[in-house]
């Protein structure tokens, strides 16, 4: 298993600070392509602070500015936001499900590799909570192809986009992926992503267990259910055991 740096850190947002960094990040990408939606995106969101939910925050590490950012959210103890607009297929209903949510990067981020890097987080941090499938909404087509191209199933390509109120009414595409047998599909293809994804170690990417987020000045932290095992770290530099190519 081989180590490679990356020029950031990517970790769980757990302060207040964080989040707004996080915030700033979605205002200056989502403002950059709708300038409607930049002061909506500084504004703290409630949906950061839900039990179940994760703010990944990438951070250069030559300047310290944050650079990119990501949300995850399950289904664990309330509907998924994209429901409100969207009528799951069957085949989702039931399951533990993950929704990917305010998926930015900064203007001066290096775009293609901050996004990869965060989907490698939020597959890992799906993991450790045991997400079947995790959902995600794009409007472009080359978000459409970036997201297929990893293993994402576009649920939406027959029936057309569906407008998102969590992401200012614009219609989106839903994408689906699954993420209990990602690995072995990506081993059974030879899929380019594969080592970057599951063979590689990226000290800079560390989601393992820290305090849940507190507002400032609290008196007392618990303890976060969320992380990452150590068996899990251990399991993924194991050789993969040969498995039966899939349809």
């Known amino acids: 298993m081989r180590t490679e740096q990356l020029s950031f850190d990517l970790r769980v947002a757990g302060t207040e600070e964080e989040l707004a960094d996080a915030r700033e990040v979605r205002a200056s990408a989502y403002g950059h392509h709708v300038p409607e939606l930049l002061e909506s995106m500084r504004r703290p969101d409630p949906a950061d602070r839900l039990p179940g939910t994760v703010v990944l925050l990438a951070r250069d590490c030559d300047t310290g500015l944050p650079i990119g950012t990501a949300r995850i959210t399950t289904n664990a103890h309330r509907p998924l936001q994209l429901e ?6 069957l085949a989702l209903k039931g399951w533990h499900l993950a929704e990917i949510t305010r998926l930015a990067v900064a203007p001066s981020g290096d775009d293609k590799l901050v996004k990869r ?8 941090v799906c993991l450790s909570m045991q997400v079947h499938k995790m959902v995600i ?6 978000l459409i192809r970036g997201y297929r191209s990893i293993g994402f199933e576009c649920l939406t390509a027959e029936t057309g986009p569906v407008e998102l109120a969590h992401a ?11 993420v209990t047998s990602a690995e072995r599909v990506w081993h059974s293809i030879s899929h380019p992503l594969y080592a970057w994804m599951v063979r590689t170690f990226h000290p800079n990417i560390n989601v393992s267990p820290i305090p849940i987020y507190e507002p400032t000045g609290a008196s007392s932290r618990s303890p976060n259910t969320l992380g990452i ?7 993924s530099a194991e050789p993969v055991a040969g498995s039966a190519p899939t349809a």
């Open 84 to 89: 409100r607009g969207y009528e799951l297929p």
């Open 117 to 124: 890097a965060l989907m490698k987080a939020c597959y890992l």
């Open 137 to 142: 909404g794009a409007r472009s087509a080359a």
């Open 168 to 178: 200012g009414g614009l219609p989106h595409h839903i994408l689906a992926f699954d």
């Open 229 to 235: 095992l150590d068996s899990l770290r251990r399991r």
